[in-house]
């Protein structure tokens, strides 16, 4: 069966397109092996320098049936409009993609970059998911 990718505007797919952009940066420099949270502070740098505002550890509520359950924290943010969600694992499981999109459902959010930096190169780590 043909899965068809929704269609995103051009404003968001050049956003996207910046933030794989700055998360290849820091994989280049620092490469795999490192924590989560080492790839995490390295890519709020990397934003920074290029002027993409973010939000790290965005806390969401998670409710059922109309009650809130807890907060869910978010790795980033990007303007508002994209989920990342960093890992530093040996390989993605379906789990990961699981994840990100009950992420996606509770935060509202459309887009989400799944980033796994223990890879040798940083594209075969990157899983696009849109709601």
Same mark, same amino acid.
Do not use: W
């Given at each position: 069966? %043909?899965?068809?990718?929704?269609? =995103?505007?051009?404003? &968001? $797919? /050049? *956003? +996207?397109?910046? +933030?794989?952009? !700055? !998360?290849?940066?820091?994989?280049?420099? &620092?490469?795999?092996? %490192? =924590?989560?949270?080492?790839? @995490?502070?390295?890519?709020c740098l990397e934003l920074l320098a290029n002027e993409l505002p973010f939000e790290v550890e965005k806390g969401v509520p998670v409710t059922y049936r109309g009650v809130v359950l807890c907060q869910q924290r978010l790795d *980033?943010?990007? /303007?508002?409009?994209? &989920? %990342?969600? @960093?890992?530093? @694992? $040996?390989? %993605?499981a379906p789990v990961h993609q699981a994840q990100v999109l009950s992420y996606l459902r509770v935060s509202g959010l459309r887009v989400g970059l799944l980033?796994?930096?223990?890879?040798?190169? =940083?594209?075969?780590? &990157?899983?696009?998911?849109v709601l």
């Open positions: 069966m %043909l899965k068809i990718s929704p269609q =995103l505007d051009d404003e &968001l $797919e /050049a *956003l +996207i397109h910046r +933030i794989i952009g !700055c !998360c290849i940066q820091v994989h280049r420099e &620092l490469g795999p092996g %490192l =924590l989560e949270r080492i790839y @995490v502070r390295a890519i *980033l943010v990007v /303007a508002g409009k994209v &989920l %990342l969600e @960093v890992k530093a @694992v $040996e390989r %993605l980033m796994n930096f223990n890879v040798t190169v =940083l594209p075969d780590g &990157l899983r696009r998911i």
